[in-house]
């Protein structure tokens, strides 16, 4: 399962899904697209957030556990 943000997170995404399945032909990839609000949003941001002392949690999905 992969997130889309943008045309060119599909282009890699494309290319590594494409590699996945010539390696093993039972793996399956499938897409998600971002919600407009969250496209900006990267998981290097959250991570600098978090690692900085911020509030990560404004940026996962509820019921994620952040832990240092």
Known sequence: ???LRTSADF???R???QTNRFLAK???TIFI???PEHT???STI????FKNGGDASL???KGIILKK
């Open 40 to 42: 900006s949003i990267t």
């Open 26 to 28: 039972n793996i399956e």
């Open 46 to 49: 959250v991570r600098e957030v």
């Open 15 to 17: 290319a590594i899904a």
């Open 33 to 35: 697209l971002t919600t």
């Open 1 to 3: 399962m992969r997130g």
């Open 11 to 13: 282009e890699f995404e």
């Open 59 to 61: 940026f996962v999905p």
